[in-house]
């Protein structure tokens, strides 16, 4: 335990001295600072769009900035040699891999904060409440998040930045439309042929494995004003806690056979 707090706490440090992760964030929070100006030119509409487009924002760039980063941890290690001089040292890899992960669990939960800090001065601009409802969504685009450090990790475990980032972004993609897929049934019903059948199965099956995102997008729910229990917040953090718990086993034991020399 006391190796992963160190790498994590190590990671996190390097995070956030990252000129990049740090120009990252502040096109971010400039994007945001934007919608302030467009919710401001529509009538009287400024809540909702800035419910809208601020959760959007917050959500969609915290992921890619997660995937950008994610993606790299490993690759850097590596192509700057440095995890030759950590692997001889008294630390399993499973250890070196899971430090990583809290270092960008922790650098992520900085950067969401900011944003939705940022997202509740906005509001406070535009005497509008910041309600529980907000607090929740934000909390819940971290949750997303945390799920996607862990696929970023688990596809750079064994293979590139660039088709890490790729394999994740479509880990990302799918996953936020998952809940359609797991219903889905090709061709016209008076049409459907067992082909059809059968492809509707397999796709329904992959789903079913697939990372559900769209659990942790109620943006229509805050912007429409339905209500979103605590219950709901609860299950949709222990499923993403779960699910990344799962994909970090895998990325261990694929890290564990990779061989460095």
């Known amino acids: 335990m006391i190796q992963i707090y160190a790498v994590g706490v190590n990671t996190f440090r390097e995070a956030i001295r990252n000129r990049i992760f740090a120009s990252l964030v502040m096109f971010a929070i400039a994007m945001l600072l934007l919608t302030l100006a467009v919710s401001s030119a529509s009538l009287h509409e400024e809540v909702r769009l800035m419910k809208d487009l601020g959760l959007f924002l917050v959500s969609t760039f915290s992921v890619l900035i997660a995937i950008f980063i994610g993606v790299n941890l490993l690759y850097k290690e590596i192509e700057r040699k440095t995890i030759y001089t950590i692997m001889p040292k008294p630390i399993h890899r499973a250890q070196f891999l899971l430090g990583k992960f809290a270092g960008l669990a922790w650098t992520m939960a900085v950067q969401v904060a900011v944003m939705g800090l940022v997202l509740a001065l906005q509001f406070w601009l535009l005497d ?111 499923y993403g806690l779960s699910y990344a718990a799962v994909i970090l086993l895998c990325a261990c034991v694929v890290f564990q056979r990779r061989d460095f020399i």
Do not use: C
């Open 128 to 238: 509008a409440r910041f309600g529980v409802e907000m607090v929740q969504a934000v909390w819940l685009a971290y949750m997303e998040v945390v799920v996607m450090v862990a696929v970023a990790l688990l596809f750079s475990s064994f293979s590139t930045p660039f088709l890490s980032g790729l394999l994740t972004f479509g880990v990302f993609a799918v996953g936020r439309f998952v809940d359609r897929l797991a219903t889905l049934k090709l061709g016209d019903p008076s049409e459907r042929t067992e082909t059809h059948e059968q492809i509707s199965a397999v796709i329904r099956g992959v789903a079913k494995v697939w990372p559900d995102l769209s659990l942790y997008n109620v943006t229509p729910n805050v912007v429409h004003g339905a209500p979103v229990t605590w219950s709901f917040v609860g299950s949709a953090t222990l």
